[in-house]
């Protein structure tokens, strides 16, 4: 059964460095997210993305955050300066059209 | 601002029995509704997705729900061991091709007791 693949599954990093997180949505997909989830909080909405340019962004999605299709598998997150508050959980999901979301296994960023 | 608001529980409930989770919203627009299944540092699992008012059945899961008192449950019947997580319920604006977003409430955990 296709999956949405994310890596890596685990990233620390000092607060001020630049990440990346990578994911691979299901091939024939057309939509894709990401979100993130705050330990012991709820999943929040980052960005949407589709025919290669933003849907939606959320207020959390700032001049920090961006996203990029670099080719026709991956879809990316990066983050350019990180902050103690961006440590969480951070999902990538996608869906076909009118289906429903699908969740990779996500990436726990920890900045210290 | 969208809201979506669960009982965070813990609900626990013996094994066999019926498990019952609420959910409201406060967007009336919102079209679709979702439930999804996360287990501990897991990432969240897709169990039923509802669109209509009513009654929605997937073996064990029923999915409820109710527009105009803004209201959406999750049934479990038969509750298994494995069935102890945390559930979250979603709503998104639209149905159908497009990219909306879901919001999502805090979660039920709940347990199901041996």
């Known amino acids: 059964e296709p999956e949405v693949t994310q890596t890596p599954s685990h990233q620390v990093t000092q607060m001020g460095q630049e990440v990346i997180l990578r994911c691979v949505p299901i091939?024939?997909?057309?939509?894709f997210y990401w979100y993130r989830q705050i330990l012991g909080q709820k999943v929040e909405f980052l960005v949407s993305?589709?025919?290669?340019?933003?849907?939606?962004k959320s207020e959390i999605f700032d001049d920090q955050f961006s996203v990029e299709r670099p080719d026709g598998s991956n879809f990316t997150l990066k983050i350019r300066s990180t902050k103690l508050e961006d440590s969480a959980m951070y999902f990538c999901a996608s869906k076909l059209s009118q289906e429903t979301q699908y969740f990779g296994p996500g990436t726990r960023l920890l900045v210290l | 601002q969208k809201e979506v608001e669960q009982n965070s529980g813990p609900l626990s409930v013996p094994e066999g029995a019926i498990a019952s989770l609420n959910c409201t919203y406060s967007?009336?627009?919102?079209?679709?509704f979702f439930w999804y299944r996360q287990y501990s540092g897991k990432s969240p699992e897709l169990i039923m997705s509802i669109y209509s008012n009513g009654d929605k059945e997937d073996g064990r899961f029923t999915a409820q729900l109710n527009k105009a008192s803004q209201y959406v449950s999750l049934l479990i019947r038969d509750s298994q061991p494995s069935d102890s997580a945390t559930y979250l319920c979603a709503v998104a604006p639209g149905s159908g091709a497009g990219s909306y977003q879901l919001t999502f409430g805090k979660g039920t955990k709940l347990s199901v007791i041996p």
């Open positions: 091939s024939n997909h057309l939509y």
């Open positions: 993305f589709y025919n290669n340019e933003i849907s939606e």
């Open positions: 967007d009336r627009g919102s079209q679709s």
